[in-house]
């Protein structure tokens, strides 16, 4: 059996990778730390773990958990970084969920969360966590740097087209909604049920923090900078991200649904709808699944892609079991294979 830590097992991507871990073949969690929580029963935080685990929370022991074969770090910014170096150097191999180590360069992480990385020097040792792009690179990683869910969509959406060299990359669009968990368990004002119910909101018009890590992954795949205006969204609901992402056509003589079904056509875990279908945030809830479908409105000049999944899955907690797989050698769906709940 895989053993398995979890850093800050508290949060909703904390409880959702205690939901999938508890359900996987392979995989033990001998270690949930939280200072908060420490000496609490899990099952007693979360009841709908009852009968799966009889660990209680813990303080963060670095000993602990470096002799377990994978460390899940499932905490805001900031927390990582002053953690993972240890634990690398103790031989620990680590999925870090959060955004400490998603950005290369240092300096553009200090712009964007207001503060110095404590661990500049490892940055260049994080392989980017999507698979479907880097699956070779994780599997011999020491350290991965789980992607962000606002990215996550809008990454799968966008890469046929940039590969190909087929859309205008200073001219990229990205108008993107998530559900209020997405904001995480803290408690907010803006996240009450009276504020969100009934609503639809954007935010961080301005710029967000997702947006370099969007940048980054998307200029990796078209070999030089993009420029992306991205605008999220919060809806009032609990799962889910829908990202509509719009890009100039500057070569139309490919049929875009056949390059986008071929392209994924041996991913596990990403599905292009038939043409002329859409997804829906709904059919994806729970599971570790982006759905995309694409358009050419009026056939003119600019394609419409949309991209669906559950921000607590493929766009978190699913993704880093998917990645965990991936550094074990096991089968990459093993633990992930759940269907979308419906209604």
Known sequence: MVKVGIVGGTGYTGVELLRLLALHEEAEVVAITSRAESGRRVDDLYPNLRGHYELAFSEPDVARLAACDIVFFATPHNVAMNLVPELL???ARVVDLSADYRIRDAALWSQWYGE??????ILDQAVYGLPEVNRADIAGASLVACPGCYPTSVQLGLIPLLA????DPGHLIASSASGVSGAGRQAKVDNLLSEVADSFKAYAVAGHRHLPEIEQGLADVAGGPVQVTFV????PMIRGIHSTLYARLVDDGEDLQALYESWYAGEPFVDVLPAGTFPQTRTVKGANR???SLQVPQGRDTVVVMAAIDNLVKGASGQAVQNMNIMLGLPEDMGLKQVGLLP
């Open 116 to 121: 110095p990385h404590a661990s500049p020097q």
């Open 89 to 91: 150097q103790a031989g």
């Open 164 to 167: 190909r060299g087929l859309v």
């Open 290 to 292: 982006c759905q995309i």
């Open 232 to 235: 999220p969204h919060l809806l």
